[in-house]
């Protein structure tokens, strides 16, 4: 999961709904990636997430399936970073702060599978220009634009592939982009029950410990 911010013209009698901490006016682009760098959600807010509710209900992944050469059975998991809750379907890095070898590691995988969303997040900055700058229409209609622009996305992903020359920019100058796209990632606090808390800790566990083994 990523998101982040696409600058929109300040919208009238708004107030400081749309509104960031970067100060400036925007609609968050929230997004999940396939491995082949395709949205396969996409959501666009000023505040509340249908994603998030679905996320609570655990209605958006799959079923949960053992883990290769074990007997141990988790959950499809989407990954964010550390601004995301901790959930069972939802896990994110250990904090800087706290790490050892194992941790390190768990977190390098996290690392490299999150850069599907990433990417696509680069290629479709790079691709629609639009959204490197202020959308000058009403929120209603940058809303309808920044959507258009994720399917066009994929559908340039599915005809030019790995061959598409924004692709291929991303992934020459990747590090550029990443630290770029870092700044515009939104940050907050999301809470979560007691009870889903630890059973989202023994999965964060359980995939720490297959992740030092194999």
């Not at 989407?78 to 809750?85: F, M, S, V």
């Not at 209609?141 to 066009?152: P, R």
Request: proline share 3%.
């Amino acid at each position: 999961m990523y998101e982040n911010y696409c600058q929109i013209k300040c919208p009238v009698n708004s107030g400081s709904s749309y509104f960031n901490y970067l100060k400036y006016f925007s609609l968050v682009l929230q997004g999940v990636a396939d491995a082949d760098k395709k949205f396969i959600s996409i959501e666009v807010l000023s505040r509340a997430s249908t994603l998030f509710q679905h996320l609570q209900s655990n209605t958006f992944v799959q079923p949960d399936k053992k883990l290769p050469g074990t007997t141990i059975k988790l959950p499809y998991l989407l990954i964010g970073d550390e601004a995301y809750p901790l959930k069972t379907c939802l896990m994110r890095p250990f904090p800087s702060r706290n790490l050892n070898a194992i941790r390190e590691n768990y977190n390098k995988r996290l690392s490299a599978a999150r850069k599907c969303i990433k990417c696509a997040f680069g290629i479709l900055h790079a691709k629609w220009r639009i959204l490197g700058k202020d959308i000058e229409v009403s929120s209603q209609k940058a809303s309808h634009i920044i959507k258009c622009a994720c399917i066009l996305h994929n559908v340039v992903r599915e005809k030019d592939g790995d061959s598409d020359l924004d692709y291929c920019q991303v992934m020459l100058y990747g590090q550029a982009q990443e630290n770029q796209l870092n700044n515009l990632e939104e940050r907050g606090n999301h809470g979560g029950t007691l009870r889903g808390l630890t059973r989202a800790q023994e999965i964060k566990d359980e995939f720490t410990n297959f992740f030092s083994n194999h």
